[in-house]
Structures are given as structure tokens and as C-alpha cells.
């Protein structure tokens, strides 16, 4: 079977940093996307990653091990706004989206 | 600049009733989906359209329907509802299916349907 798996949820101080795991199990890989989910709302696309390594996108980042069937989304200096879920998603080998159940992640003053 | 519209946003309805989902994209995009997300489940695709007059069935389809008969709107259907229907749905659209970082589902703001 396919699967994803991520923390259900995170707790971080405003102005640190948090690290969002997401390993995945799939039948071929060709890509991994990250999402945010604010409650209530429709997701929107963060990031994606195709090869091994880190993209870097302001204060977002994201990293990719494909051996080790791994992604991390990485935020600095974390703001109130940035309390939301956020949902890892791979492209299997029929280019099918499968999608972890998201990590909801607050944000403590 | 609209995007991905749905509606209704909120519904609330017996066992036994039908009721129909309206998206409409205004993107031009080729390719449309219906998609429910449930506590603790990742989202789930129900029925996905490649183009204007097409659609297929994704991973969970049973006791839905879909139409596009226009290429900006899907529709999603529920002939006679039930409480496991109970989620929210999203619906979404993109330019083509091969995923990169270009071409990227965009959402609808979800519609929050509950089958009593």
C-alpha cells in the first residue's frame, strides 16, 4: 500500500524555528509537494521538490531524500500567521497525488 | 482574479436527499477535481475530469456523480446521501497533470457538507 506519514501536530514559539517531517512509502516517486491549509481554507502550494536536496523559498525551505523516502518543510522566524496545517503530498509513478493527513502546527506568543 | 469558486459553502441535509456542488474556475485550466478531506485522512479524490464532456473516477467514487459540461464548471452530485458523506469537499483545478513545481492544484475554499 502507499502511504505518508506526518505528525498530527506541532507546537513552536513565534520567532523560532520548526521542522515538519514527512516520510513516505510509495509505488514509484516523481515529485513531493507541500501545501498550507489556514483552518477553514482552501490549501495552497508552498513548495515542491523532484530532486534530492534543500529549495529555499524566504523564510520556507524544503528538503528531499529520495533513498531515504524523506521531505522536511523548514520555518524560521515564525510568525502567528504561519498557524495552519501543512500537508505533504507525493507523485507516485502514475503521476497520482497521494496525501499525508497534514501536520497542524500552533504557534505560541 | 476569482480562481476556483464553490458553492455552497455550507449544506446541511437528511439521509436519503440529493444535492449538487457547483465549482467554477476561471483559469482556463484542463483539468478539474473533487476532492473530500475527513479528520485524520489525507484528502481523498472522488471524480477527476481531464477535459470539457469527460470525467473519471478517483480513489472513492461510490455514491457520487460528476458532470462537466462546460469546461469552466464540475459538478459533483449526491443522489441520495448519506452520514459517512459528511466532510468537506474541495474542489480544484489545474493546467495539465504532470505535476511540477509550475503546474500546481489550485482549490476551491472547500464546501462543508452534513448528512444527518
Not at chain 2, 480562481?3 to 439521509?15: A, D, I, M, N, S
Not at chain 2, 452530485?77 to 509550475?102: I, K, M
Request: charged share 15%.
Amino acid at each position: 500500500g502507499q502511504n505518508i506519514d506526518q505528525p498530527t501536530e506541532m507546537t513552536a514559539t513565534e520567532g523560532a524555528i520548526v521542522q515538519i517531517n514527512c516520510t513516505y512509502q510509495t509505488s514509484g516517486f516523481n515529485g513531493l509537494f507541500w501545501y498550507q491549509q489556514h483552518a477553514g481554507e482552501a490549501p495552497t502550494f508552498l513548495s515542491y521538490n523532484v530532486l534530492d536536496g534543500l529549495e529555499e523559498k524566504g523564510r520556507f525551505s524544503s528538503f528531499l531524500s529520495r533513498s531515504k523516502g524523506y521531505s522536511y518543510l523548514l520555518l524560521k522566524e515564525l510568525q502567528m500567521k504561519d498557524s495552519a496545517s501543512y500537508l505533504c503530498a507525493v507523485v507516485d509513478s502514475n503521476y497520482q497525488l497521494i496525501w499525508g493527513a497534514g501536520t497542524k502546527l500552533i504557534i505560541k506568543p | 482574479n476569482a480562481g476556483v469558486t464553490q458553492t455552497p459553502k455550507f449544506r446541511v441535509l437528511k439521509t436519503g436527499q440529493s444535492m449538487t456542488l457547483l465549482c467554477a474556475q476561471d483559469m482556463n485550466h484542463e483539468y478539474m477535481y473533487w476532492y473530500r478531506q475527513d479528520p485524520g485522512m489525507g484528502l481523498r479524490l472522488i471524480h477527476y475530469s481531464v477535459g470539457e464532456g469527460t470525467t473519471a473516477k478517483g480513489e472513492v467514487p461510490d455514491g457520487y456523480n460528476v458532470s462537466r459540461l462546460k469546461k469552466q464548471n464540475f459538478l459533483l452530485g449526491l443522489e441520495s446521501a448519506a452520514p459517512s458523506q459528511t466532510s468537506v469537499y474541495f474542489c480544484a483545478s489545474s493546467p495539465r497533470t504532470h505535476w511540477d513545481g509550475a503546474n500546481v492544484l489550485t482549490f476551491g475554499a472547500g464546501s462543508r457538507l452534513t448528512v444527518l
